[in-house]
C-alpha cells in the first residue's frame, strides 16, 4: 500500500511553453501533496505544500506564478511550470502524506510519507 | 540556512563492512528524522526513522543513532552491499509541533566496492 505515482517521468518542452506534472496517490488518500525540487547533486528543496480543496503554501522564494499546484482532489495533484525557461530544467518530485487510521499512519515509521518516482523537466 | 548539514559528499566502503553515514542539524525543535536512500532520477526511497525521544533505531542491516545534546545522527548499514550504493539523505522535521515538511540535508553518495 501507499504508492504515489509521478507523470510523466520525463518531459522536454520547448523555452516558453507550459508543461503539467502529475502525481497521484493510488491506493489511499492524501490529505496532503508537497512538491519538491532536485538540482544536480543537491538536495531536496521543498518548493509547495497543498492541502485538497485549498490554495498552496508556497516556499520563500518559489514563484507561486511561475509554478502553479492544484490539489483538486484526495488522490490528485499536478504541478505547472508556466513559461518554461532552460533554468527551470531539474527534477522534480512530489510526496503525499497519508492514510492516517484511527490516528495512527498505515505506515508508522515513516510518518505517512510517500514520494514519487520524479519527472525529469528539460526545457531546450 | 542549511538547518540539516550532510558534510560528507561521497563515502565509499569495502563490501561487507560497516557504512557510516552522517548528519547534522543546528534546529533544536527537530524531533522526528527520517533517512531515505535515492537512486539517479528516482524518488527516494524511506529506509528508517527516529523520534527524538530515543537515541537508537534498528532494522536489519540499517541502524540510526541520535544525539541529541551534539545534534548528531548518524546511519550505520551493516553489512555493506553493493545495491546499498545509492545517495542516503537525512531529513527532520517538527511533527510534534503541527509541522509537516520534511528539510533535506545535501546528501552523501555512498559506493560500497567489491
Known amino acids: 500500500g501507499a504508492v504515489v505515482s509521478q507523470h510523466p517521468s520525463r518531459v522536454i518542452c520547448k523555452s516558453g511553453t507550459s508543461v503539467k506534472i502529475e502525481c497521484r496517490s493510488l491506493?489511499?488518500?492524501?490529505?496532503?501533496m508537497f512538491w519538491y525540487r532536485q538540482f544536480p547533486k543537491q538536495s531536496l528543496m521543498l518548493m509547495a505544500t497543498s492541502n485538497e480543496g485549498s490554495k498552496a503554501t508556497y516556499e520563500q522564494g518559489v514563484e507561486k506564478d511561475k509554478f502553479l499546484i492544484n490539489h483538486a482532489s484526495l488522490t490528485l495533484s499536478t504541478l505547472t511550470v508556466t513559461s518554461a525557461h532552460p533554468e527551470d530544467s531539474s527534477f522534480y518530485i512530489c510526496s503525499a502524506r497519508g492514510p492516517k487510521t484511527g490516528g495512527a499512519w498505515s505506515v508508522p515509521a515513516n510518518y505517512g510519507y510517500t514520494f514519487g518516482s520524479g519527472t525529469r523537466l528539460t526545457v531546450v | 540556512d542549511q538547518q540539516v548539514k550532510q558534510n560528507s559528499p561521497s563515502l565509499s566502503v569495502q563490501e561487507g563492512r560497516i557504512s557510516i553515514l552522517n548528519c547534522d542539524y543546528t534546529?533544536?525543535?527537530?524531533?522526528?528524522f527520517l533517512w531515505y536512500k535515492k537512486y539517479p532520477a528516482e524518488g527516494p526511497t524511506f529506509l528508517i526513522s527516529?523520534?527524538?525521544?530515543?537515541d537508537k533505531n534498528e532494522d536489519g542491516r540499517f541502524t540510526v543513532f541520535l544525539n541529541k545534546s551534539a545534534k548528531h545522527l548518524s546511519l550505520h548499514i551493516v553489512p555493506s552491499q553493493p545495491g546499498d550504493s545509492a545517495v542516503y539523505f537525512c531529513a527532520a522535521s517538527r511533527f510534534r509541533q503541527g509541522a509537516q515538511k520534511l528539510v533535506f540535508g545535501q546528501g552523501t553518495r555512498l559506493t560500497i566496492n567489491p
Open positions: 527516529i523520534s527524538s525521544i530515543k
Open positions: 534546529n533544536s525543535m527537530f524531533d522526528y
Open positions: 491506493d489511499f488518500q492524501a490529505t496532503t
